[in-house]
């Protein structure tokens, strides 16, 4: 089956940190854009960070900007998350998934992504 695995969700305090990886199953992630996305509570899944096919070029939604940090090492096929200073409205089910190119971050864009995954919880709480 082709998709990604989402790890390194958790339980956080506000202004706390959390790593994310997505590790690709069945597929590489050459050739392709990733894009990691959250799905807040009662909310549609929107996208928050993507990163180029050559890891030249990111983009983030602005509500991350300056707090999150996508990355990719394609050796071992695993795209990365870095998230700090997070906050209570981070709390949601992240996910990852690949398209051609990076697309606008937001919630219309997430249908020409593909290998979507079973995410992974982050809840930030005191």
């Known amino acids: 089956q082709l998709e990604f695995v989402e790890s390194g969700g958790g339980l956080v305090q506000p202004g706390g940190s959390l790593r994310l990886s997505c590790a690709a199953s069945?597929?590489?992630?050459?050739?392709?854009?990733i894009g990691w996305f959250r799905q807040a509570p009662g909310k549609e899944r929107t996208g928050i960070a993507c990163?180029?096919?050559?890891?030249?070029?990111?983009e983030y939604t602005d509500s991350v900007k300056g707090r999150f940090t996508i990355s990719r090492d394609n050796a071992k096929n695993t795209v990365y998350l870095q998230m700090n200073s997070l906050e209570p409205l981070d709390t949601g089910v992240y996910y990852c998934?690949?398209?051609?190119?990076?697309?606008?971050?937001?919630?219309?864009?997430?249908?020409?992504?593909?290998?979507w995954g079973q995410g992974t919880q982050v809840t930030v709480s005191a």
């Open positions: 998934a690949a398209a051609q190119v990076c697309h606008s971050m937001g919630t219309a864009t997430t249908v020409l992504y593909n290998y």
């Open positions: 069945g597929f590489t992630l050459d050739g392709r854009a």
């Open positions: 990163i180029s096919i050559n890891g030249r070029n990111t």
